[in-house]
């Protein structure tokens, strides 16, 4: 359940990510975690943070495009040193991915960092507010944080890029392996929501079982206190 996971996970200080393309820390000291379980957005399924804003060092270069103000930025690579990008390359719209960048003092630095783990969502939609819950992802945004959480970086942009971790990817808590290829390495809840969750077939990708919540305050409810990661490869360490 998400709830679990944020109990593994707050607290903590440095995560990590390691991967192909992305080799990044940052520090969440002190910091909270926001469960995203269905009161506010349908689908959802997301548990995120706003990073120490001069902690973030070393590179990633994003799976999918970066979209924003309705332009795709393809192949985006930013390097980080002490929270700040202070490199920026990108495929395709470079220029305007530098001119983002350029917004304003805060938008160089990181505002929110999340971890989706919603099972049902498996492939790329051009839909930020779907595409940044797919399980086994991880996503950045550059800009505003939300102050609800501890950050305290201002901006006039809020520009969440997602990194897929479902092949090669880890994340490591304060040294610790927790997340390896799309699978959290942490010990599951012991609610099992398998009869609300839609899930996926491994060899078609095709929505098999419900497909849809109840959208009212008692499925949100159920959402935020059964929802597992089970669904993308949870390993019970126990």
Known sequence: EQ???IEHIQGHN???LNGPNVDLSLSIKGRKFNNSCGRHNMP???IFTGPVEDSVNGWVKFTYPAIYGGVAVEGAELTFTNGRVNQAKAEKNQDYLIKMLESDEGSRHIGEFAI???PALTRFSKDILLDEKIGGTVHIALGRAYPGVGGVNQSAIHWDIVKDLRQQGQIFLDGRLIFE???LLIEPGAA???SL???TSPDTGALTGPTHLPDSTVAADLFCSTLRPTFFGVHDTT
């Open 181 to 183: 290829n799309g699978a």
């Open 192 to 194: 099992d929501s398998a």
């Open 44 to 46: 959802d399924g997301e």
């Open 14 to 16: 440095v995560v990590s």
């Open 116 to 118: 989706g783990v919603n």
């Open 3 to 5: 709830a679990k996971m």
């Open 197 to 199: 969750m839609a899930t």
